[in-house]
T-cell receptor
């Protein structure tokens, strides 16, 4: 059973555009929602994370929007650049869980 | 501050051999997690360890797989009698405190079973 559902599977965006990746979850024990960026042949790198006490968190061009009632959260990449082309994973965890549950990933391609 | 280190980066084993994957957590981190990634798939949790303790091994196959994190030295993921289906990238992550917060990943070990 996939505890975190991520969409779309792949995304193509023009340089300068906005990339949006969505995730949904069911487990109300989740209270930590990170996003990871992974380049081919590399390990996932922690990009940005949010807790449910806020609805939005912004770091540079990356923003997480969080909707607690809908159990959904999304990553927005503003002014997308070719260097942002990578696979992005959402994840969820909880203080009583120890582990992270990952979405299946979104392969983002930004055309120059 | 050095990141999470994993070695070897690439490992080739024949069917039936043993594979040993090593992970040194970030300095000051005492919690280690192992994940497996198959091509075109997400990361699947395998095991969560603290020094000398296995906290959660619910994602690890009961047979052939084992993990440890001794008082001294790196964490080891051991796969006995490897089969072709074990071919994957194995990632280790570490965090500074209990719980999943701020897990930092290593570069991974790519295991190929021939």
């Amino acid at each position: 059973q996939q505890q975190v559902k991520q969409s779309p599977q792949s995304l193509i965006v023009q340089k300068g555009g906005i990339s949006i990746i969505n995730c949904a979850y069911e487990n109300t024990a989740f209270d930590y929602f990170p996003w990871y960026q992974q380049f081919p042949g590399k390990g996932p790198a922690l990009l940005i994370a949010i807790r449910p006490d806020v609805s939005e968190k912004k770091e540079g061009r990356f923003t997480i929007s969080f909707n607690k009632s809908a159990k959904q959260f999304s990553l927005h990449i503003m002014d997308s650049q070719p260097g942002d082309s990578a696979t992005y994973f959402c994840a969820a965890g909880g203080s009583t869980l120890g582990r992270l549950y990952f979405g299946r990933g979104t392969q983002l391609t930004v055309w120059p | 501050n050095a990141g999470v280190m994993q070695n070897p980066r690439h490992l080739v084993r024949r069917r039936g051999q043993e594979a040993r994957l090593r992970c040194s957590p970030m300095k000051g981190h005492s919690h280690v997690y192992w994940y497996r990634q198959l091509p075109e798939e997400g990361l699947k949790f395998m095991v969560y360890l603290q020094k000398e303790n296995i906290i959660d091994e619910s994602g690890m196959p009961k047979e052939r797989f084992s993990a440890e994190f001794p008082k001294e030295g790196p964490s080891i993921l051991r796969i006995q009698q490897v089969v072709r289906g074990d071919s994957a990238a194995y990632f280790c992550a570490s965090s500074p405190a209990g719980g999943p917060y701020e897990q930092y990943f290593g570069p991974g070990t790519r295991l190929t079973v021939t």
